[in-house]
């Protein structure tokens, strides 16, 4: 997952969590309450403002580990703070989801998904890329070779 910290200056800090220790993980669960990293993942998709902080305290402590996770605030959040996904996890959730249309015979559920995957995704075309590579190209949203 990519942590996009926007500056007051319009410049762009990108963190990707895969990026992160072990350690630093766990520090980050620990300052959300003891949230396991799955849910912190689920909350990070739901764009929660306490876990795209607490990734980004991990990742500024790296540089200040003096800083404290209570005091770490990012001001205009709203509009500064955004999580995106990433192909691995685009990847991942297709998978599963082709899993449950090949168990049923049907392009619907994916079809429903894609639109959703695009809109979380850092780079939508990845979403197409993954359909692709998953034997789904007829349900890309522009086909190779054509307009649009």
Known sequence: ???????????????????????????????????PWRAIEARLQAQDP?????????????TDPSLEFKSYDIPGWRRRLRAR???????EALTNIMREALAKSEDSTIDVLTPHLRKLAEDPDDVD??????????????RPGSEG
């Not at 007051?8 to 669960?29: C, F, H």
């Not at 306490?50 to 790296?62: C, N």
């Not at 890329?129 to 522009?142: E, F, I, P, V, Y």
């Open 1 to 35: 997952m990519i942590i996009t910290h926007t500056q007051e200056d319009g410049t762009a800090e990108r963190w990707s969590t895969d990026d992160l220790s072990a350690l630093e993980a766990a520090a980050v669960e620990e300052a959300m309450g003891d949230v």
């Open 50 to 62: 306490t876990a795209m902080r607490a990734v980004l305290w991990a990742f500024h402590r790296r």
């Open 85 to 91: 996904i990433e192909r691995p996890e685009i990847d």
């Open 129 to 142: 890329r993954a359909l692709d590579a998953l034997g789904k190209g007829h349900l890309m949203r522009h």
